[in-house]
């Protein structure tokens, strides 16, 4: 197993990452790669939820099983709640291994903390997709949730399947299968052309992540940008005074978050309470107007990490994450060139014109902030 104690897979030659920007891009290409498999399908997702995508998905699930290939799908129980029975009939009926994660218990009150919040499709060990993305159809619409997926192909795609298929074997008490589709190239092709460094980098829920230390690393590390998009910013000690010094040494930090359209209005509420001593070192922050930021997007110089973590100390105690680190000039300056279209689609939050907010802000802010506080606390003693 190529996996060290670290939590993180070796850094891969020869990969090629590819931006993916919201459901009517995102969705048509996972789409795509699902109906040309020729052998396995491996899915892992938290949230999944019945309506007209997971209908589209039904459909060439189905049509791929039928044609023999192997597909394996790892759900999770609390995110797939509002995936209804007969979606549920009619994916196991159709031959598919499917498996929930963690199923919720009243009995099991602190083993029911612990989620998959990963998001892995792996096609043939050939194609991979990741990011923030779930099955639902909260990303199609009039105002869909702004998220970012990646298309990986190379070396590194064959990581994503093994992190897969150790979540599956725990799951089904099935050993992986031996044989295995190889990503690399025949002997007597030349390699592909792709000039990317990669590397999966996950956590199975602990106070040692390897992705927030790798993060830590990179911003200690910076020579200019540090740009960090995220749904959740409820941040470590670390983190807040990794920012805070970066910018302190004139590094251009900026944090995209989400402003009042969020699914969760309270950890906004306790996100804020963070945004003055931030300001005022001279971080950078944007509140992305319009619809929700549920990206999950780090951008540090060359090295960009996308995936699944929100990188807020609740997740990443609890849940099984997933991000793929990237270092490629090209493909560091598309996830710039995004970013900086969600700037202009962001409200900037000045510290003298935040300073000047209502009680009733700081309030939410002194309220939400005390509980996160106590929930900090009290998962500490579990």
Same mark, same amino acid.
């Given at each position: 197993?190529?996996?060290?104690?670290?939590?993180?897979?070796? !850094?891969?030659?020869?990969?090629?990452?590819?931006?993916?920007?919201?459901?009517?891009?995102?969705?048509?290409?996972?789409?795509?790669?699902?109906?040309q498999a020729q052998h396995t399908i491996f899915i892992e997702m938290y949230l999944v939820e019945s309506g007209g995508v997971m209908d589209r998905f039904i459909q060439a699930l189905d049509r791929r099983a039928q044609q023999g290939v192997d597909i394996k799908l790892i759900f999770d129980a609390f995110g797939s709640l509002k995936l209804n029975n007969t979606d549920r009939q009619t994916l196991q009926q159709a031959g598919i291994e499917l498996f929930f994660y963690n199923p919720v218990r009243l009995t099991r009150f602190k083993h029911n903390l612990h989620r998959t919040h990963r998001k892995i499709i792996v096609i043939d060990n050939h194609i991979a997709f990741t990011g923030g993305a779930g099955i639902s159809d909260h990303f199609e619409g009039e105002k869909p949730w702004r998220e970012t997926m990646l298309k990986i192909r190379g070396e590194v795609v064959t990581d994503w399947q093994q992190l897969f298929l150790i979540n599956f074997q725990q799951l089904s008490k099935i050993p992986p299968p031996t044989a295995s589709f190889?990503?690399? $190239? =025949? *002997?007597?092709?030349?390699? *592909? $052309?792709? +000039?990317?460094?990669? %590397?999966?980098?996950?956590?199975?829920?602990?106070?040692?992540?390897? /992705?927030?230390?790798?993060?830590?690393?990179?911003?200690? #590390?910076?020579? #200019?940008?540090? !740009?960090? +998009?995220?749904?959740?910013?409820? =941040? +470590?000690?670390?983190?807040?005074?990794?920012?805070?010094?970066?910018?302190? %040494?004139?590094?251009?930090?900026? /944090?995209? /978050?989400?402003?009042?359209?969020?699914? #969760?209005?309270?950890?906004?509420?306790? $996100?804020?309470?963070?945004?003055?001593?931030? /300001?005022? #070192?001279?971080?950078?922050?944007?509140?992305?107007?319009?619809?929700?930021m549920h990206a999950k997007v780090t951008l540090v110089d060359d090295w960009s990490s996308i995936g699944s973590s929100n990188m807020d100390r609740w997740n990443l105690k609890w849940n099984l994450e997933a991000n793929q680190e990237v270092i490629d000039p090209r493909f560091a300056t598309a996830v710039q060139h995004m970013l900086a279209s969600d700037f202009e689609h962001s409200k900037e939050i000045h510290y003298k014109v935040w300073r000047q907010r209502s009680r009733w802000q700081r309030f939410k802010e002194w309220l939400w902030g005390n509980v996160d506080l106590w929930l900090t606390r009290w998962q500490e003693r579990l």
């Open positions: 197993m190529p996996v060290n104690n670290r939590n993180a897979f070796p !850094w891969r030659q020869h990969c090629k990452a590819q931006l993916l920007v919201d459901g009517k891009r995102f969705y048509p290409a996972i789409l795509d790669a699902i109906r190889s990503n690399q $190239s =025949p *002997p007597g092709v030349p390699r *592909p $052309s792709h +000039t990317a460094r990669a %590397r999966v980098v996950y956590s199975n829920g602990g106070r040692k992540v390897s /992705l927030k230390r790798s993060l830590l690393k990179r911003i200690y #590390h910076s020579r #200019h940008t540090i !740009w960090l +998009t995220t749904a959740y910013f409820i =941040p +470590t000690r670390k983190l807040r005074r990794a920012l805070q010094r970066a910018a302190y %040494r004139g590094k251009d930090v900026r /944090l995209l /978050l989400p402003g009042e359209i969020t699914d #969760h209005p309270a950890v906004v509420s306790a $996100s804020r309470r963070y945004y003055s001593r931030l /300001l005022r #070192h001279g971080v950078r922050i944007y509140e992305y107007q319009g619809r929700f």
